[in-house]
């Protein structure tokens, strides 16, 4: 009995296996018809399901192109490589967790916005002062970067709810009409709608929320004004 390995539940690095003595299910195989077969490949890890081994199969892949044949010894890895060597790395797995809030702000005027209080907010159902936050961040843009004003702030959501491992959707479309920017967390769900020359309001005039009101998580809809001319945030409401 003392002899048994551990099954791994939620190890994400391999090098903690190895040395755990941990059952791992050898698929380097796989890794090596990838990384030595000819050809162009486009690999993408999806965020979600969680627990599919994403991070682990790339903490695989970052050992053996660092040469690491200690840490891979008796996989089919092993006997298929000839040539171990070590090859510059660049392992981003777990950045946007560790490293975005040291990182960002970068200048003493934008220390308002501090990364893990901005996901507090969202997680905890505080629109008011996310908004708060964002509307300054987006304040220090430069005018000239900023094109087709709503598609520009669409695009710009996205990517930093996203960013941050938040669900989203953009064109959400329902019976009543379409979505800018859908967010959902585990309690809350945010409905964005943006609009240039329209009072912030101007989201509520819909049923947006319908759609979600069967389910447990309260329901923010929030209004965002943008200004033509200043090409900024120019006030929002939440409801």
């Known amino acids: 009995m003392a002899d048994r390995k551990q099954f791994l539940i939620g190890e994400q690095d391999f090098a903690n296996i190895h040395n755990s003595n941990m059952v791992y299910i050898d698929k380097t195989r796989l890794v090596y018809d ?39 010894n008796g996989l089919a890895i092993d006997s298929l490589e000839k040539e171990w060597r070590k090859r510059p790395v660049i392992y981003l797995e777990g950045f946007t967790k ?28 505080q629109p008011e ?7 300054s961040l987006f304040a220090n843009e430069k005018y000239q970067i900023i094109g087709d004003e709503e598609k520009y702030f669409h695009n710009a959501f996205y ?14 479309s329902t019976s009543d009409g379409r979505i800018d920017l859908l967010m959902k967390t585990k309690d809350y769900v945010y409905v964005l709608k943006f609009k240039i020359y329209e009072g912030a309001e101007s989201a509520e005039d819909k049923q947006y929320a319908k759609p979600f009101e069967s389910g447990v998580r ?21 409801k």
């Not at 690999?43 to 892949?61: E, V």
């Not at 002062?129 to 509307?135: C, G, P, S, V, Y």
């Not at 990517?159 to 959400?172: C, N």
Request: hydrophobic share 40%.
């Open 218 to 238: 309260t329901i923010y809809i929030i209004g965002i004004n943008i200004s033509s001319k200043s090409r900024r945030i120019d006030g929002w409401r939440v």
């Open 159 to 172: 990517i930093i709810f996203k960013l941050f491992g938040f669900y989203v959707d953009v064109d959400y």
């Open 129 to 135: 002062t996310f908004m708060n936050r964002l509307e």
């Open 34 to 72: 990838l990384t030595c077969q000819s050809g162009r490949y486009f690999f993408f890890c999806p965020l979600r399901p969680r627990r599919l081994g994403k991070s682990l199969l790339l903490s695989i892949m970052r050992y053996y192109f660092e040469g690491r044949q200690d840490l891979i």
């Open 98 to 125: 560790y490293h975005i809030p040291y990182y960002l702000p970068i200048k003493k005027e934008q220390e308002s916005f501090f990364v893990s209080n901005f996901v507090k907010e969202i997680r905890n159902g």
